[in-house]
Nanobody
Framework: QRQLVESGGGLVQPGGSLRLSCAAS????????IGWFRQAPGKEREAVSC????????FHDDSVKGRFTISRDRDKNTVDLQMDSLKPEDTAVYYC????????????????????WGQGTQVTVSS
């Protein structure tokens, strides 16, 4: 069964860091672009960071530029999201998604259709 599984969420104080991981099982990510998305209560889902697993530059939303880093691990078949300098407004359920043959910026575009979604992991930034 092909699926994505997120891990690494939790509660952190403002200014702190968390690292999320998106692991693919049942398929290799080589031809996929991975996106991290988030949805806060009462708000629409928004794209955070996207990366083509096979290579190329990452795309980050302006709200996280300079604070979040997306990276790939080819051996583990995972894509991580390192989140630093976290703010209360980063609080949301974070999801990873995968789609074949799409540029990173397009993956982070509005209304993108994806091939797979993960189940989500809660990130709460609060003192």
């Amino acid at each position: 069964q092909r699926q994505l599984v997120e891990s690494g969420g939790g509660l952190v104080q403002p200014g702190g860091s968390l690292r999320l991981s998106c692991a693919a099982s049942g398929f290799a990510l080589d031809w996929y672009t991975i996106g991290w998305f988030r949805q806060a209560p009462g708000k629409e889902r928004e794209a955070v960071s996207c990366l083509r697993f096979g290579g190329g530059s990452a795309f980050h939303d302006d709200s996280v530029k300079g604070r979040f880093t997306i990276s790939r691990d080819r051996d583990k078949n995972t894509v991580d999201l390192q989140m630093d300098s976290l703010k209360p407004e980063d609080t949301a359920v974070y999801y990873c998604a995968a789609r074949r043959n799409i540029a990173a910026q397009a993956m982070c575009g509005q209304l993108v259709q994806v091939d797979y979604w993960g189940q989500g992991t809660q990130v709460t930034v609060s003192s």
